[in-house]
């Protein structure tokens, strides 16, 4: 109780059967020793002096399934760095960052974990410190200053989290007090081989209350905007990742993880009644039903889940030559069978550029010209498809290599044309998608969106409406071949006048500047797709166009 802030302290927990004698970092510790070393630090309580009163009053009602989202992922660490190689402070950082984000339109900015962690290359999501910053960047206050200064500036910051598991490091939660504390005793239960972590015994109250505190810590006393939980997936099935014999089924027989469900749900009801306005994102990989929906319907109550399907089966289908995508047509209009079933977000996250999947730009097929053209075409296509957005940092500007967690972005690809008209283009799309409300006003809801046509495979062309109030709406037609299609016809719900405000093959961005020009164009008495009035079009090869409908003649 003596101790000043700045003192380094440990707790020494002798077990009471074996008389061994552990050395343990305080859990609940809210600052720790720089890595490799493992102490807890006594913080400076109470001396920061916020400026965001208003934002967090404006949080708390916040109407954000009917405002845009375009989320900026960050890993600290590698975005960028200082002239020596050194990593940057929270309050460098935060200056740096903000002036970016706001540039490039981005609504919010998503930290992977920087809650304490003794191990770089695990990116931060095998945690030791649940109510810590990392001290790599600077101590509690400099992250408050971040956090401050992103809300000062109107960006809203989103904190990966991590409840599924923990390591195994000696200082940290593993074997608290020599026995499993924090996991379960049988590693059927309490192990991720895949992960080399532990799992919490999420049957415990004390677990419960441990992680509940650290979710509610930094809404509250950090004032982050919303939590992505990790890997929900792998908490929810006891079967996740294991053979036949490596999991044990629960009182019923079945694969669910009872106690992890329970546990979720009261995760969301307690973080929403503590700190109205926040925002709970799953990161959840499976159809498991009701995850985005509240817990008196029997949901999970969490307020956005991560849409890993669209994500992998738009990423198969661009991945594929354009003379095959004709046949697989209906990967890319799967979705929309399922699309309002949650509240959903379309994510190209940090997950998709490591691990031999490569980056965003080779994962694309053809040519130089000809991937940039592909990978502009399908950002086209998820800021005009229904769901909140997200872009891994370095994928705005088609960085070529894959992520690398122990360096820094390849900013130097920015002297070229081609990256540099990606970045444009990115850009250019945060500001469509933010000053349309046609494109975020239903995001959530089957109102916001209507096939034009979704059958011409042959072509590989796609075209639907993103619907807002009453007669606002866009037009958006996609071309997934490198063939230009001249005079091509498309039915709209209302005659008069149309204007392209979008065309990612501008040669502003790269393309090649094919399209319908800044002249508004005029529909035809001519009914096609059982609509009474359609519009003659230009679309360019491999490439997205938005039109906006400018009322009548």
Excluded at 45 to 57: A, P, T, V
Excluded at 499 to 527: A, I, K, M, Q
Aim: glycine share 8%; charged share 20%.
């Amino acid at each position: 109780p003596d101790l000043d802030p700045g003192h380094i302290y440990k707790y020494e927990i002798r077990n009471r059967h074996s008389g061994q004698v552990l050395q343990k970092a305080d859990p609940y510790g809210q600052q720790h020793e720089y890595r490799p070393r493992t102490g807890t630090i006594v913080p400076a309580l109470g001396l920061y002096g916020w400026g965001d009163g208003d934002w967090m009053e404006q949080r708390r009602s916040r109407d954000w399934q009917h405002l845009p989202m375009s989320v900026y992922e960050v890993h600290l660490g590698s975005w960028q760095r200082g002239q020596e190689g050194e990593f940057l402070n929270y309050r460098e950082a935060a200056h740096r960052l903000v002036e970016y984000v706001k540039y490039m339109g981005f609504t919010h900015i998503e930290l992977m974990p920087i809650t304490e962690h003794p191990y770089d290359p695990s990116w931060g999501y095998q945690t030791t410190g649940y109510f810590a910053p990392t001290s790599r960047f600077g101590n509690p206050d400099d992250f408050r200053y971040f956090v401050d200064y992103c809300h000062r500036n109107g960006i809203s910051v989103l904190l990966d989290w991590v409840p599924a598991h923990f390591p195994k490091d000696e200082h940290g939660l593993a074997s608290f007090d020599g026995t499993p504390l924090y996991e379960h005793a049988d590693p059927r239960l309490g192990e991720h081989k895949d992960w080399s972590t532990l799992i919490f015994n999420f049957s415990r109250n004390e677990v419960k209350s441990f992680l509940l505190s650290s979710a509610v810590y930094w809404l509250e006393d950090m004032h982050i905007d919303g939590l992505r939980v990790d890997a929900v997936a792998s908490m929810l099935y006891l079967d996740y990742s294991r053979k036949e014999g490596e999991w044990i089924p629960n009182q019923y027989g079945g694969r669910e993880n009872l106690a992890a469900i329970d546990f979720l749900r009261e995760l969301n009801i307690a973080v929403h009644e503590q700190c109205p306005g926040v925002l709970m994102i799953a990161e959840e990989s499976t159809s498991w039903p009701q995850v985005s929906r509240p817990t008196y319907v029997g949901g999970l109550g969490f307020d956005i889940k991560w849409n890993m399907g669209w994500m992998n089966d738009t990423l198969d289908y661009m991945a594929l030559e354009p003379i095959y995508r004709q046949y697989n047509h209906g990967i890319l209009t799967f979705s929309m069978l399922y699309c309002f079933t949650e509240n959903f977000m379309l994510p190209f996250s940090h997950d998709e550029v490591v691990h031999g999947k490569q980056s965003m730009l080779h994962k694309m097929p053809g040519d130089e010209w000809q991937r940039h053209a592909n990978l502009r075409t399908l950002y086209t296509y998820q800021f005009t498809h229904p769901g909140k957005k997200l872009l891994f940092m370095g994928t705005e500007f088609a960085q070529g290599k894959e992520w690398d967690s122990c360096g820094v972005l390849d900013w130097y690809v920015l002297e070229y044309p081609l990256h540099q008209g990606m970045l444009r283009m990115v850009r250019d799309l945060n500001h469509l998608y933010q000053s349309r409300p046609a494109l975020y006003l239903n995001e959530f809801d089957w109102n916001g969106f209507e096939w034009i046509d979704c059958h011409d495979a042959q072509q590989s062309v796609i075209s639907y409406l993103r619907k807002g109030r009453d007669n606002e709406w866009m037009v958006v037609v996609l071309n997934l071949t490198p063939v230009p299609r001249h005079n091509y016809r498309i039915g709209v719900p209302s005659p008069g006048r149309y204007r392209e405000v979008f065309n990612s093959d501008s040669e502003l961005y790269g393309g090649s500047n094919v399209g319908n020009g800044s002249e508004p164009l005029h529909t035809d008495d001519w009914s096609w797709m059982n609509r009474a009035h359609s519009l003659l079009l230009t679309l360019p090869p491999l490439s997205g166009i938005v039109l906006a409908y400018e009322g009548q003649h």
